[in-house]
């Protein structure tokens, strides 16, 4: 079988698991389990706790002494047992902690993947910027086809979806023996405890544009958050209005989130396109507009009519708002260090994204989620805009603290060049 679809089919799977439940898992803990905002964003957080650290680790220990597929697989073992568990948890600490567990196996994966890709595609000869996005887009595949059929099953209140999820993350466990092996680090170890420990890539937050792309990564992190923890229950709650109970967005709101990753198979195509061409501040900037209008077409946004439209838009922008910080983000990092510590600074990206910027979004959002809601009715136009201000906030401010110079010119296989 060509290396492609053997990546093809890992990162399918990979993001299967996650669309199985990332979306619908706060519907069913308020609905079904009847868990608080601050509740769900507590076991939200779960992921983001888990990724301050697990990623980097895994990375590290990728680098160095344990092959990625092999690291790859033990996690997904583990974590098919932690979402069993999961499916039949009822209290929301415990729900927490179990989550946590399997953040902290899941989480790893996500750099382990990128990091197994590039390895991969490399050894055949292919240019990462240009043939890593066509790979790439099967992870989004692989999450719609999830939403789908949790949505269509009509279990995204139920706890079978994670039962789902934990079957898939067994199939994984068991396909990633058959992935190529990827080496660990022949390079001479330096006697420094920051290298023997593998920390080598946390040297890029000495160089101020690094630091600075970082940071913006990781507050873009929180706003990509937002969205997974409460979109999914802000259609659901329309049903609360007769006028809307039977329509589309209320039977199947899965569905209709999963546009958004739809959007995502596009953009994630025009990638190659606009880092050479326009670089990766002006990308930033794109996805950063595009996230303020996800949160404002959320927040005027209904079921029937031209808020329908609203809606639809939302996801559209959604694609481009996450591709363009994420997926561009990790092709931006992955050509900015050395080889010898890829799989780190992957791991330190993604611990940046989806640690802290998750960590944070989860808890802030739930606790403004509680703030506008009243005798038990939500204000999501209220708490939409609050966050269409932050995004908007963070765009202003990017432009002016970012400093780098795109030459297209001089590009060539490579993705920019930085002051």
Known sequence: MAIKTRLKIMIFLQFFIWGAWLVTLGSYMINTLHFTGLQVGMVYSSKGLAA??????????????????????????????????????????????????????????MALSNAISYFCLEKHGYDTVKDFPPVRVFGTIGFILAMWLISFSKIELSNMQLYLASAVSLLLAGYSLTLPQCPTS????SQSWVSILGLDAFVLFKQRRMAVFLLFAMLLGAALQITNTFGNPFLHDFAINPQYQDSFSVRYPSVLLSLSQISEVFFILTIPFFLRKYGIKQVMLISMAAWTLRFLFLAYGTPAGFGFLLLLLSMIVYGCAFDFFNISGAIFVEKETDSRIRASAQGLFMSMVNGVGAYVGAIVSGKVVDFFTHEGVKDWQSIWLVFASYTLLLGVIFAFTFHYQHRPEESGGEVCRSQ
């Open 52 to 109: 301050l650290i697990m990623p980097s680790l895994a990375g590290i220990i990728a680098d160095r002494w344990v092959r990625a597929n092999y690291l790859y697989g033990f996690c997904h073992l583990l974590g098919a047992i932690a979402l069993y568990y999961a499916a039949q948890v009822e209290q929301p600490m415990v729900m927490f902690w179990v989550m946590l567990f399997n953040a902290m196996v899941y989480m790893p994966t």
């Open 186 to 189: 022949n390079a001479k170890r």
